[in-house]
């Protein structure tokens, strides 16, 4: 299932204590923030886009990929479903805070800005052995090392 804007603003309202008392996240006095997510999510997918695994490179060099706009609540956001439930609702939280609470707004940008760095490290992936070319090279070295190095 592809996460959508609809359940990333109702995350973010449970985060940023905004839900109703039962427990419903869209209503009148959630309007303001609803009304400025998909804007914001916009910006977020672009940043987050090269990082996520539906990241594709374009046929001609020349052109920057994009992803897809963000048009409402409902569709495909057009990123991982990882980053849109893990990355997404922390920097939507700073930016509809940035105004109304700059300390939650705050806590909320490093958490993402932490959790975006993670992302820069990749994916998990297999490892395998390296071959030692240069150690003990008879023909440069008496066999102890790089020996032949440390004279200029």
């Not at 303001?32 to 910006?43: F, G, M, P």
């Not at 820069?120 to 052995?129: C, F, L, T, W, Y």
Request: proline residues 5%.
């Amino acid at each position: 299932m592809a996460t959508n804007a609809q359940w990333i603003f109702e995350t973010t309202m449970s985060m940023i204590d905004e839900l109703d008392d039962e427990g419903a996240a869209d209503y009148a006095d959630t309007e303001e923030y609803k009304n400025r997510t998909l804007a914001i999510l916009n910006v977020l997918s672009g940043e987050l886009y090269p990082y996520s695994d539906t990241y594709r490179l374009s046929e001609d060099p020349k052109v920057r990929p994009i992803v897809s706009v963000i048009t409402d609540f409902e569709g495909d956001i057009g990123l991982d479903d990882y980053i849109c439930k893990s990355v997404m609702p922390y920097g939507l939280a700073a930016h509809l805070l940035l105004d109304e609470n700059p300390t939650a707004a705050n806590y909320f940008q490093q958490r993402y800005e932490e959790l975006k760095g993670a992302l820069s490290v990749g994916m998990p992936s297999a490892s395998e052995d390296v071959e030692d070319v240069y150690s003990c090279n008879p023909k440069f070295s008496n066999g102890i090392g790089f020996e032949w190095t440390t004279r200029w």
